[in-house]
């Protein structure tokens, strides 16, 4: 059996084997991620078709520059979340961790307007449940939208704590060495995560902020 | 082993194209949602944000550079996600004709 | 190795005795003792669904509310419901038969990944606790479906401590599909092509599917529930202009295909306990096997006909309702193909062949009354009714309990090393057969007769038929009770069993009963199809051989 680096468990026969099932299973676990999140886009979907009216008033009072910068900014999280996946093929310690780094902050930057963004909807009476003020819509059913707002980004804003979590903790085993190019595998699942959070996004953008600008 | 894997990603060249596109698609569906198209509105947005994912999926998680089962994996995903779109939508887009051709099915909750 | 050679000395080490006390169950990541732990778990919550659907026939033993009022009713056929099929039915053969056997059967030392396969047990209990907590301090009374806006915005009993346990559990249920999935990609033994491997794996690769396509959506329809629930926000309220019935879309996009993740995985147990005990090759192996992928993809274009009367347009009601019919098709393909596995077998009437043959009757009746309801017009009339609760039962406890109970009895000697009485098992698998008959065949009646479920009480025309019913619930019972009671006295009674007490092949048969932790000293190689049984009815040729490979 070949074991270079010590890094082939038990239950496998070589690191080929063990590469390609985490990667089937990374993909896997993708599959499902695409499910939950597909479910609430289903239920946009359905209302957005029944009102879709509410659903660009609604969009209105969202901020598109916020949005879109932060659009950029995950966009630019991806690529230093495969500039260190390329780090970590080619076995660079170093480059692992001062892309991560990168990644951090620019996930923090992306949550950070984010939160200033949900403190508006507050001050805006835009929370949807007790606190919502409908008066100040034309149409019906606005809260609706604001609920799936709320849902889709904060569920997306939960995987994003999470990935960081995740950053932090191979942050630590590049650190202590671990991580060798045998386990380069470590940050290419996690990069599988953070490109897929990054795709939700890419569909949340257009969906939630620009809905019926042109009128 | 580990030579082969070095050939698995993306160039840097590749990385930073894939990026600049990325941001040029991002641009391009603000400057769409900000003209009228009609009744092609929101296609225009869904087929530029599946033109980013798609790029994201190919070339960021190397799709593209992997094995055939990963693709059909990446594919599954997205198939049941149709599913789970179309057949709820068969009831959706279908049912203000059912009811107007069924008597006493009561109309949709409005507040 | 023969026979004696076993039952005489002493077993040597396996997985059993490799290591001892709490810790080594709590922590390990070995399979078959992940396997084992679902299964003690997994009869707790039986023995308590079961409890519930005692209260419930008892109930309605009279067609008046005697022994409950209408609220504490809605709350037993709840939590019967909700344990039955969430924590029993859904984990039942994958989780206990499935975790143990996947590797044994692919000639692998264990799942892809161990760790996270325990981590499934540890999620699946803890979901099992929030959902107990639910039970002890008061119930709940939403029925197992969690409708909206009842279960947002009406109940009030304890929905939310509920939902979160079915949703943790599901996560368990997603990462055990995943594992499956990707063991049977990758740790295929040498030489096991996917057309050798046992109809049991591609059952499970079906489900795993399954699992995992299905299984966040209702994450989702949950997840949606609980925060309409807790901060009063409006997704499915039709107050807030919420629709109650995309609510149901998502709930069934999962929960029925949920039904195939019960019935499949005991589709692959049928299919090795026919061919075992007919001695005979499964008759059409590819159909059987193709068939099973064709039930998991084909589950997921059926979910609207549980909402034909719902408010769901009548169009798509029309097509929900011809795709419901197209199931039938693989399903008769797996029935017509075990039947002709058995003619001209040479057929051994075991506990777990008749566990098995009652399985085939059962499920047929199930899934024919499957096609009355698959019905748009004829289900507009059955609907809500007993009718449709002796349909399901049929299928999950006539299909999925049986082959649960057979396959138990199967590898009963290869999970614990000893045999249980055959002649017990014998005597408890009729008494289920019968009292499963006597306690539903009457609900197909009540039903078709217009009584409708979930009430307490019932015009006193409907008596006999209920008392009947509630008669064949306490054979039923005590059917359930004889094998528990056997089965314990077998772990420390039971005769050693030999590693292929029924001469069976397979990779499983192949390692000692029990199998060390590691399963295979020497990793085999496949070199013929599965079921390979000669022509004379003698020892089957096990279809393999051994390569020497080291193991670390």
Redesign the interface.
């Known amino acids: 059996m070949s074991d270079p680096g010590g890094a082939v468990l038990h239950q496998f026969d070589d690191l080929d084997q063990q590469v390609e099932a985490g990667r089937l299973g990374m993909w896997a676990f993708l599959i499902q991620e695409v499910l939950f999140f597909g479910g609430m886009f289903a239920v946009y979907a359905v209302y957005r078709h029944r009102f879709p009216e509410s659903f660009a008033e609604g969009s209105h009072h969202l901020d598109v520059l916020l949005g879109g910068v932060n659009t950029v900014i995950l966009i630019g999280s991806s690529l230093t979340a495969a500039l260190a996946v390329h780090a970590a093929e080619r076995g660079h310690a170093r480059g692992i961790v001062t892309w991560l780094v990168g990644t951090i902050v620019l996930g923090g930057a992306f949550l950070g307007v984010k939160a200033v963004e949900y403190s508006h909807k507050f001050h805006d009476g835009l929370i949807p449940g007790s606190g919502f003020v409908s008066a100040q819509f034309e149409t019906e059913n606005v809260e609706v939208f604001y609920s799936l707002y709320f849902v889709l980004t904060g569920m997306h804003a939960l995987h994003m704590v999470i990935g960081v979590g995740i950053m932090i903790w191979l942050i630590a085993l590049t650190l202590r060495g671990y991580i060798t190019k045998e386990r380069q595998q470590y940050i290419e699942f996690f990069g599988l995560y953070w490109h897929f959070v990054d795709i939700v996004w890419i569909f949340l953008f257009p969906l939630l902020y620009l809905l019926g600008r042109h009128g | 082993m580990s030579s082969h894997d070095e050939h698995h990603g993306a160039s840097l060249r590749t990385y930073l194209v894939i990026f600049g596109s990325l941001l040029a698609l991002t641009g391009l569906t603000v400057w769409v949602a900000f003209h009228d198209f009609g009744s092609f509105n929101t296609p225009l947005a869904l087929v530029i944000a599946g033109v980013k994912g798609t790029l994201v999926v190919l070339y960021f998680m190397h799709v593209r550079y992997n094995s055939r089962l990963v693709w059909v994996f990446a594919a599954a995903g997205f198939l049941w996600l149709m599913i789970l779109f179309g057949f709820t939508f068969s009831d959706y887009l279908t049912r203000d004709a059912a009811e107007a051709t069924v008597q006493d099915v009561p109309a949709w909750p409005t507040r | 190795m023969s026979a004696q050679a076993t039952s005489a000395a002493e077993p040597q080490r396996n997985y059993l005795n490799a290591d001892y006390g709490i810790k080594s169950w709590l922590l390990t990541t070995d399979h078959k003792r992940i396997g084992l732990m679902y299964l003690l778990t997994m009869t707790l919550f039986f023995f308590l669904g079961g409890a519930f659907a005692v209260a419930i026939r008892l109930e309605l033993a009279t067609p008046h509310g005697d022994l409950v009022e209408s609220e504490t009713y809605n709350k037993l056929f709840t939590m019967h419901g909700v344990i039955m099929i969430f924590f029993f039915l859904i984990p039942s053969i994958p989780a206990v038969l499935g975790n143990f056997l996947l590797p044994l059967m692919l000639g ?7 760790r ?1 396969n325990l981590l499934t047990w540890y999620l699946f209990t803890i979901g099992g606790v929030f959902t107990l907590y639910a039970v002890v301090s008061g119930g709940v009374d939403t029925g197992w479906t969690f409708y909206t806006p009842y279960s947002s915005t009406y109940a009030n009993t304890h929905v939310i401590a509920t939902a979160l346990g079915v949703f943790i559990t599901g996560f368990s249920s ?1 990462l055990t ?3 499956f ?3 049977t ?3 295929r033994a040498p030489g096991l092509t996917w057309f050798r491997l046992p109809l049991f794996v591609w059952a499970h690769y079906a489900t795993s599917l399954i699992q ?6 209702l ?3 949950i ?2 529930v609980g ?2 629930r807790l ?5 499915f309220d ?6 109650p ?2 609510f149901q ?2 709930f069934w ?1 999962y929960s029925h295909p949920a039904v195939y993740i019960m019935i499949l995985p005991s589709m692959g147990v049928i299919s090795e306990l026919i061919s075992t005990f007919a001695r005979k090759r499964v008759f059409g192996y590819s159909f059987i096997a193709m068939s099973s992928l064709a039930i998991a993809i084909l589950g ?2 059926v ?2 006909h549980h909402m034909f009367v719902s ?6 009601g029309v ?2 309702s011809l795709l419901s019919m197209l199931v039938a098709v693989p399903s008769a393909v797996k029935v017509f193909n075990w039947t002709a596995t058995l003619y001209k077998g040479s057929i051994q009437f075991s506990t777990p062949m008749i566990y098995a043959l009652g399985f085939l009757g059962l499920f047929t009746i199930g899934g024919l009354t499957g096609l009355f309801l698959a019905t748009l017009a004829v289900d507009v009339h059955v609907h809500d009714t007993y009718f449709v609760v002796a349909h399901f039962h049929y299928i999950m406890v006539g299909g999925a309990l049986m082959a649960y109970l057979g396959g138990l009895h199967f590898w009963w000697p290869k999970i614990t090393g000893r045999m249980y009485p055959e002649f017990l098992g014998k005597i408890s698998a009729v008494i289920i057969f019968l009292g499963f008959n006597l306690t539903f065949f009457p609900q197909f009646l009540l039903g078709y007769l217009g009584m409708p479920r979930r009430y307490h009480v019932y015009p006193d025309e409907f008596q006999v038929l209920n008392v009947l019913s509630s008669a064949g619930a306490s054979i039923l019972g005590l059917g359930y009770l004889i094998p528990m009671a056997y089965l314990v006295w077998s772990l420390k009674y039971g005769k050693r069993a030999p590693s292929n007490p029924w001469r069976a092949s397979g990779l499983e048969w192949t390692t000692p009963s029990p199998p060390a932790t ?1 399963n295979f000293d020497r ?1 085999p190689v496949v070199t013929t199809e599965a079921y390979h049984y000669s022509e004379e009815l003698g020892a089957p040729r096990t279809g393999t051989d051994v390569r020497e490979v ?1 193991i ?1």
Not at chain 3, 231 to 235: L, M, N, R
């Open positions: 692998a030392r264990d799942l892809a990944f161990p996270l997603i599909g995943l594992n999935i990707v063991t990609h990758k740790m995992i396509l299905g299984t966040p959506v994450a989702t329809a997840l949606l925060i309409e901060f009063g926000v409006g997704i039709p107050k807030l202009g919420g629709d019935v995309l879309h998502l996009f997921f274009f979910w609207g408010g769901q347009s009548v169009y798509a097509v929900f590691f990793t080291e670390v």
